[in-house]
């Protein structure tokens, strides 16, 4: 697997420094339009370099290009630029509205739809992705409607951001294995797993499977691992499932932490956070 590194420093972070400072329907997970846009503003974003892998492994500048699972547009974005005509498919319409109100560009696109039926034509797509998205799909029906639309010798490939791991605090790296424990038990285990196992046991539907690995490197306050900690759904869930606000929730995640051992310092210094971010590659047979 080829691995390289990127850096983001989000916004939260940077004012930091300077001042120094159990049955869920996928669908029904992103329905807050707050909740897509914390999505929007805190996750890591999908890395240009596996962008430019596919585009690579393609061999061209892609005519079509299609985002299944497109969320608030972070991943669609990142296309912008590398594909002719771009497409971001999600099934939950805020997402998709937050998506349209967020990113506009006159290549890109956002149409409510889901991964077993998407809006083109038979053999008329490039690439298809769906990032941060594949394990919630009912994949063999996803690859189905893949095959449908993808032209020969196109590129599907599914990519995930692995959960972040503080590499320069001990006593924070133990402590968030409270967030760990919150995404088994408020989400699909399963698929949780999916990713944990950086895909490694998602079966891809044509031969050439390749892996791709990409290590994110974020600058991190305590601010920003809560706020990307509360764009996760299994978090949400519980926050909801406790009757809490979402600052609520946020106080609840502190004590969680504190009680796994994150200290004083940790709570008022910037950490460099690690997220694994894999993808999975392969291509239609001409
Ligand atoms: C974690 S978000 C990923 C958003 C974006 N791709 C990113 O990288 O930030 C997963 C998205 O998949 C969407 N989704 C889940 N099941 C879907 C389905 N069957 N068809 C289309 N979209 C789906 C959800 O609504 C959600 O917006």
């Known amino acids: 697997m080829s691995r390289t590194v ?25 329905v807050s339009s707050d909740l897509s846009k914390r999505y929007a503003q805190f996750r890591p974003k999908l890395p240009v370099e596996h962008v430019n892998t ?38 939950s319409e805020t997402q998709v509205e937050v998506a349209r109100q967020t990113h506009q560009h006159p290549s890109l696109s956002f149409v409510q739809g889901t991964c077993d039926k998407l809006p083109a034509e ?10 941060q ?8 029906a996803f690859f189905k409607e893949v095959e449908r639309v993808l032209k020969p010798g196109g590129i599907v490939g599914l990519a995930c951001i692995n ?28 698929k949780i797993q999916l990713v944990v196992d950086n895909y490694e046991n998602v079966a891809l539907p044509y031969q050439d499977r390749k ?20 764009t996760f759904s299994p978090v ?28 004083e310092k940790d709570m008022n210094s910037v950490y460099t956070w690690s997220h694994e971010c894999p993808l999975i590659t392969a291509s239609k047979s001409f």
């Open 6 to 30: 990127g850096i983001a420093v989000t916004g939260a972070t940077k004012r930091a420094m300077s001042t120094s400072g159990k049955t869920i329907n996928a669908g029904e997970l992103f």
């Open 54 to 91: 596919i585009v690579e492994l393609l061999g061209r500048k892609p005519g079509v290009w299609v985002d299944v699972g497109c969320g608030p547009g972070t991943s669609t974005q990142q296309i912008v630029g590398h594909a002719d005509t771009i497409v971001g498919v999600d099934i």
């Open 122 to 131: 038979d053999c008329s797509v490039d690439v298809i992705t769906a990032v």
């Open 133 to 140: 998205a594949a394990h919630y799909f009912d994949l063999p």
């Open 163 to 190: 959960l972040a791991s503080c590499k320069d605090s001990t006593t924070m790296n133990t402590a968030r294995s409270c967030i760990w424990d919150l995404l088994k038990e408020y989400g699909l285990a399963e």
């Open 211 to 230: 892996e791709h690995m990409v290590e994110i490197s974020t600058l991190w306050s305590l601010d920003d691992y809560l706020n990307s900690c509360l």
């Open 236 to 263: 949400n869930t519980m926050i909801k499932s406790k009757g809490l606000s979402v600052e609520e929730g946020r106080e609840h995640l502190v004590e969680l932490l504190k009680k796994r051992g994150m200290t």
